[in-house]
């Protein structure tokens, strides 16, 4: 008999700093490159969720744009189907601690980097639409 399949839900942000337009990456413990979410707890909404993993994996407390939302839904095992949405996210603090646990590294990069160095296609098409949306969104200050 084939096992049930697993639904899992997690939320996060592609950080970005409204000063320069970079955006924030992790290189995690199992090697690849990411962007901030996690699994929901108990009680907890998608907004809270992804500040809090933005808290816990990278130590920055956030301000995030709602208005600015997309999902993708992978199956990271056997049996499992993973749905993610994403927020667009502006640091209200700048001292970086990675999570030791779970992040090796984080870096602060341009959008083009970005697209070089996540490792997964739906990463990259989610920080490409959530830097399209700040650049049309956020105007740079001149």
């Not at 700048?94 to 959008?111: A, C, I, N």
């Not at 083009?112 to 989610?126: G, H, V, Y």
């Amino acid at each position: 008999m084939k096992a049930p399949l697993k639904h899992e839900r997690s939320y996060g942000a592609v950080v970005i700093d409204p000063d320069d337009g970079m955006v924030l990456l992790e290189v995690m413990v199992q090697g690849h490159v990411s962007i901030p979410k996690g699994h929901v707890e108990a009680g907890e909404t998608g907004e809270q969720t992804a500040l809090r993993e933005i808290r816990e994996e990278t130590g920055l407390t956030v301000k995030l744009d709602t208005d600015f939302e997309e999902s993708s839904e992978y199956s990271p095992s056997k049996n499992v189907m993973k749905l993610v949405t994403f927020f667009l996210a502006f640091p209200t603090t700048r001292v970086l601690l990675p999570q030791k646990e779970e992040v090796k590294k984080l870096m602060w990069v341009t959008p083009e980097e970005a697209e070089n160095l996540l490792t997964f296609q739906s990463d990259k098409n989610i920080v490409k639409d959530a830097c399209a949306y700040f650049r049309e969104h956020y105007p740079a200050k001149k």
